[in-house]
């Protein structure tokens, strides 16, 4: 925290409940009018449509789908151990719960 913060801060716990209930409705007007837009924006509400978040990230178009392709599975790995894996951390897990 600033400096200029806690001293605005120690100001304020110096005005009566009265007059820091209006220090606040004052800060959240001047908050509101002056960003505004970035409100607008987070509106849970009124989330932006498909199109508008597309433009704004402008991900890119994939021509290939190899290019997706990845190779990270261990080798010496098969897909039953590894469900087999899941399986016994599971078990250990409600034991854990329990």
């Known amino acids: 925290m600033t400096t200029k913060l806690q001293e605005l801060i120690n100001s304020a716990q110096e005005l009566s409940p009265l007059e820091q209930v209006e220090l606040i409705r004052a800060v959240s007007q001047f908050l509101y009018q002056n960003y505004q837009q970035a409100f607008v924006a987070t509106d849970f509400w009124q989330p932006p449509s498909l199109e ?47």
């Open 52 to 98: 508008e978040i597309v433009q704004s990230q402008s991900p890119p178009v994939i021509q290939d789908i190899a290019t997706l392709l990845a190779d990270f599975w261990p080798a010496d790995e098969t897909a039953d151990d590894f469900t087999d894996y899941i399986y016994r951390q599971r078990q250990e897990d409600s034991l854990l719960e329990q």
